[in-house]
DNA sequence: CATATGTTAATTGTATGCAATATTAGAAAT
DNA sequence: ATTTCTAATATTGCATACAATTAACATATG
């Protein structure tokens, strides 16, 4: 199946520039160059980052350009709180319905956790965190909140993967892990909802705390504006 | 400020246009119709229907053209239940969080309600019943979360509006709101959870139970493309 | 020296043309 | 009459050209 359109294709490929860090937030991500880059013309690139703009994953101010969303603090720790609450759902869902594929395949990417983090692999234990979370949003058995739930992850990942080079943090959120899938697997859907939300908030207090370099108080974000610039 | 795109104007004209009933599940979005429509080049319609494909509102299909999507009823069903999740969560920050203006503005969008409601005025509800859920949404005090069900609510407005005919829906529907009100004011986060999932989840039962044609089997869903197609 | 202003350069927005692919209509065969 | 294959038609995807707007820079002025 070679039926697949160019746009969607650089869609993605610039997604992924983006997650792998390649392009970090407030770079400015000029048409020209990405079409020079691709070797296509900016028709494409334009068609993809207007996508990537009503995804929320890039900026794309009119007449000025996409750039990658440099979001406050407030605003990062409101989109940690929503993936908080969102993957709380599902792993209430999940609670409720764990078939034994959905068990099998949580089991499956714990372990692997579970050996990159007694290794100290923190580049490893992002790839396995992310399949586990996945493995949880579609033990929910609801497609698209497990949709939901995977995009919201995909935009938060280069914040996420900061607060993951920690290696105690690694050993903690393991066994947090552990935590969440005794909850599920004994259908005690309140816990694990719970055990859920403190897992993923944890992350973003973290996380704003981190950038706003002072802990407790995250109605200050007048230095928002001020990081990545292009290289 | 006369410095939006056309484009811009385009994906809010489509949408609303969606959002009305002027497009119906499963009708064509072929370019040059629209184009010839709105006066305009195919480029910047284009550029809306990308945009509003990345939001889940149309189907963009590579080299198939456009069309509003026809969602089956497994996939309407998980819909309204994300839609619960995430109105569940709003209520619960809600609870939590409440300020006076918040509190002010709930009321107001709620007397409203009550208003069209006695005088059975279903399209009227619909509209106010709109800003009571999105007084809801901000009272959470999380514009990213506000953000995503403003979004969701929009996409599922097609629905909700033929769920709303029925005069006596529309009185339970308020007195519904009456009793969520009452549990984010006395800051009791789970009865207002569980209210609000109720609430919204009452109406996608009902709803796919509707296209279904039968109630309690929300798994058969073969009947599902059949729906509207362009005149 | 800082600020304001006018001009130039760079970048985005839209239109148009052509190529590639999908859809449809029609003919032929069963 | 129904099905299958082929050819015509229509529609989407991409490239290019031009227009509109913003950003950058130099120059003048207080």
Do not use: W
């Not at 390649?22 to 996508?51: C, K, M, N, Y």
């Not at 995909?154 to 969440?180: C, F």
Request: aromatic share 6%; with cysteine; proline share 3%.
């Amino acid at each position: 199946m070679y039926t697949m359109s160019q746009a969607f294709r650089l869609k993605q490929s610039i997604e992924d520039a983006v997650i792998a860090g390649e392009f970090l937030p407030g770079d400015r991500l000029d048409e020209a160059s990405l079409a020079e880059r691709f070797g296509v013309s900016r028709t494409p690139i334009r068609e993809a980052l207007l996508q990537l703009g009503a995804e929320g994953f890039i900026d794309v101010r009119p007449r000025r350009g996409a750039i990658v969303s440099v979001p406050t603090p407030t605003r990062l720790f409101e989109m940690f709180e929503t993936m908080a609450e969102i993957e709380s759902a599902c792993g209430r869902l999940a609670a409720r319905r764990l078939t034994p594929d959905n068990d099998a395949a949580m089991e499956t990417a714990h372990r692997a956790c579970e050996i990159a983090a007694r290794e100290g692999d923190s580049e490893q234990y992002y790839a396995d965190n992310r399949n586990f979370h996945e493995a949880i949003y579609r033990a929910s058995r609801n497609s698209f909140l497990a949709d939901q739930a995977f995009a919201l992850h995909k935009r938060l990942s280069a914040y996420r993967r900061i607060q993951l080079r920690a290696r105690n943090r690694l050993l903690q959120s393991l066994q947090e892990h552990a935590g969440i899938l005794e909850a599920i697997r004994a259908g005690d859907d309140q816990l694990a909802a719970t055990r859920l939300h403190d897992h993923v908030l944890v992350q973003g207090e973290r996380f704003s705390d981190m950038v706003l370099g002072l802990a407790g108080d995250r109605r200050s974000d007048a230095a928002a504006s001020k990081s990545g610039t292009a290289k």
